[in-house]
């Protein structure tokens, strides 16, 4: 005979683990709270942007100018990220991490046909990732004249993390309840395997089902009493 698994058999393995499911939940989801709390660093992030435009020269703008602008943000994008700028950050604020460990922490990007490009830092310290995006925007200003022979950069906002900064991350609520979803998941898939391997048969309707004949009738249970 073929078993097959209906709405009312999923929601009655559900109701004899409820407890374990729940405690599940609950025990994922405070792990994952304290995990948060003692075990992640807390991240900042500082944001700089900087505007390419026509070349200073230009008395004019054209959408020729404005094209040609678009088309250098890719290749001023990996200048940022590259060691000619890196190096000059890392050795003018004395920086412990490498060339290398820095770029990991620096993420440039910019709207489709936008002409501003953001360069965004994360650090443990909101003070450290404020000054060290401004210098990129600095040594990147200068440093582009010289790679690229152009004069089309300027610094359009410096970074600013304010006098109270949150951290990025992590996030504590989206922890705990990634948590608590995995610990339901657990609990669901502890609670139907537990089904699947319990072969007992224990009521009436389940002897019907297996051997697919009527019950006729049952033997009650007594429990003996001693002594009266």
Do not use: C, H, W
């Amino acid at each position: 005979m073929e078993e097959t698994l209906n709405l009312e058999d999923i929601l009655e393995v559900i109701k004899k683990n409820l407890v374990m499911i729940i405690t599940l939940v609950l025990l994922f989801g405070a792990a994952a709270a304290f995990a948060t709390a003692f075990f992640m660093t807390p991240q900042y992030e500082a944001n700089t942007q900087i505007l390419v435009s026509q070349s200073q020269e230009s008395e004019s703008v054209n959408n020729q100018d404005i094209q040609a602008s678009l088309q250098l943000i890719n290749t001023y994008r990996d200048i940022i990220k590259s060691p000619t700028v890196l190096d000059d950050v890392v050795s003018n604020l004395n920086l412990e991490q490498d060339t290398a460990a820095l770029a990991s922490q620096i993420t440039v990007n910019n709207q489709d046909q936008s002409q501003v490009v953001t360069v965004t830092v994360t650090d443990p310290n909101p003070g450290n990732a404020e000054t060290i995006a401004n210098e990129i925007a600095d040594v990147f200003e200068e440093r582009v004249q010289d790679v690229m022979n152009v004069d089309n950069v300027s610094i359009l906002a410096p970074a600013d993390v304010g006098e109270e900064p949150a951290p990025v991350s992590p996030q504590p609520l989206i922890n705990i309840a990634i948590g608590m979803i995995l610990g339901g998941l657990l609990g669901l898939g502890i609670a139907f395997l537990r089904a699947f391997l319990d072969k007992r048969v224990t009521t009436d309707e389940e002897i019907e089902k297996v051997l697919e004949l009527p019950v006729l009738g049952t033997i009650a249970k007594f429990e003996s009493q001693k002594g009266n």
